[in-house]
């Protein structure tokens, strides 16, 4: 059995003085969609940014795609794709040059980038469109593109549903179960339970900082 | 990846958005051209233009930096590519120096195209033992603005009223260039009596700047925009 994509071990992260994470235990393995449940405030987005090595571990111990979140929170970063309300795109480029752009800055190559517009079905006349023209279920889509072209291997997406009308929504889904069959491992903050909760193998709740898992008390 | 590849790459993305968009050709240099008439309007005297032309040269060189560096963060905080650039673990020297050289690209056009607006405006002839300081004084005096302008950029990209924040913080930082620039144009054009040789001073002032603001601004660059 591989090893856990996150694997943290009464993880306490601090906002200020107040403590979003409060020992937060929680194993995610390759290739899982996990949602996170929890009311707003509940430290689902700490969790989140913790992951992707932007919010500092302060006790507990921590490990994301092997690597210690204690001592490298950069390497961390450069593996992981957070994916927040905006979509960090160039609005004034093409849906290409945003893709290539992201997927050199890891060094990956022209194959690479192309590889990664076809596995997220960025193609034809969509690949020149300015990102400013696209509508918002297909900027996802290739905000989504840039992360597998800049090689995460771990997305961390908070509230992906926003924004997006019924069909973009789908498309979404479709996206990301289809990323997870690749062997990327998802994590899904999300308030649309109905809709992500379809999406994921497995629930998690963040209930005040900490972590349960449902059915457990 | 290392950072002077990575500020080159930067550096191609923001230029290929300013092909993509114009908004130089388009916006920033008729602008520029106006705030020249509208100098000439205002002045409305040949001797005193011909007088003062160095220095508006480097005024609407310094106005229109503020439209471009406006523009070069907007592009980068519409839709989060900053943030995202940042969490994706992107050196924020990288960032700062690819910045720094789109933004310079871009100057080094804006003044051409000012110089040759003072020659037809302002009635300025370049003589030929002034032209090695006049491209050596842009040269210097672009990388000083464009270090300043990316890292008061950068800095006010992250605040509400950057639009008003970031003339108020770069103009007062930007002094130096404007007075140094001045002086070492108006010995190249030999204007009022100065020769070449009175301009290289300025040169050395417009080269420390540069270099102290480069410097600092690769180093203070990451820790401004985290906040």
Not at chain 1, 129 to 158: E, F, H, M, N, Y
Not at chain 2, 21 to 32: D, K
Not at chain 2, 52 to 79: C, H, I, K, N, Y
Request: with cysteine; charged share 20%; glycine share 10%.
């Amino acid at each position: 059995m591989s090893a856990p994509v996150i694997e943290l071990r009464d993880a306490v992260a601090v906002l200020g003085a107040f403590p979003a994470l409060a020992g937060a235990d929680l194993c995610v393995g390759q290739g899982d969609i996990l949602l996170l449940r929890g009311p707003n405030g509940a430290g689902k987005t700490t969790l989140l940014r913790l992951c992707a090595g932007l919010v500092p571990l302060v006790r507990g111990t921590g490990r994301v795609l092997g690597l210690d979140l204690l001592t490298q929170r950069d390497e961390v970063r450069r593996h992981v794709g957070l994916l927040g309300h905006q979509n960090g795109l160039y609005l004034d480029l093409t849906v290409g040059e945003n893709i290539r752009f992201w997927g050199a800055t890891v060094g990956a190559s022209e194959a690479e980038s192309i590889a990664a517009m076809d596995r997220l079905g960025v193609t034809g006349r969509l690949v020149d469109i300015p990102v400013r023209k696209l509508s918002a279920g297909q900027k996802r889509r290739t905000a989504l593109a840039c992360l597998v072209a800049r090689r995460a291997q771990l997305w961390l997406l908070d509230e992906p549903h926003a924004g997006l009308d019924a069909a973009a929504r789908d498309e979404l889904d479709l996206t990301l179960r289809h990323a997870a069959s690749s062997g990327a491992t998802i994590v899904v903050a999300s308030h649309e339970l109905e809709r992500a909760g379809s999406l994921a193998t497995r629930t998690v709740d963040v209930v005040a900082g900490r972590i349960r898992e449902p059915g457990r008390s | 990846m290392n950072v002077w590849r990575l500020a080159r790459l930067v550096a191609r993305k923001d230029l290929q958005i300013e092909w993509n968009s114009r908004v130089l050709l388009n916006q920033v240099l008729p602008f520029a051209g106006v705030t020249m008439v509208i100098f000439a309007f205002a002045l409305d005297s040949d001797a005193v233009l011909e007088r003062v032309a160095p220095g508006l040269v480097w005024l609407a060189t310094m106005f229109s930096m503020l439209v471009l560096v406006q523009r070069t963060f907007a592009v980068e905080t519409d839709d989060g590519a900053l943030d995202a650039l940042r969490v994706a673990g992107t050196d924020a020297r990288a960032i700062f120096l690819g910045k720094a050289m789109s933004l310079g690209a871009q100057l080094l056009v804006l003044e051409a195209v000012l110089l040759l607006a003072a020659v037809v405006l302002y009635r300025q002839t370049v003589p030929v033992g002034g032209a090695v300081l006049l491209v050596t004084t842009s040269i210097s005096a672009t990388c000083g603005l464009a270090a300043v302008g990316t890292l008061y950029g950068g800095l006010a990209a992250g605040f509400r009223g950057r639009e008003t924040l970031l003339p108020l913080l770069t103009l007062p930082a930007v002094a130096p260039v404007l007075i140094g620039a001045t002086r070492a144009v108006e010995a190249a054009l030999g204007t009022a009596g100065a020769v070449v040789s009175d301009g290289w001073p300025w040169v050395g002032l417009l080269v420390v700047f540069a270099v102290a603001f480069g410097v600092g601004g690769s180093l203070a660059f990451g820790p401004l925009i985290d906040e």
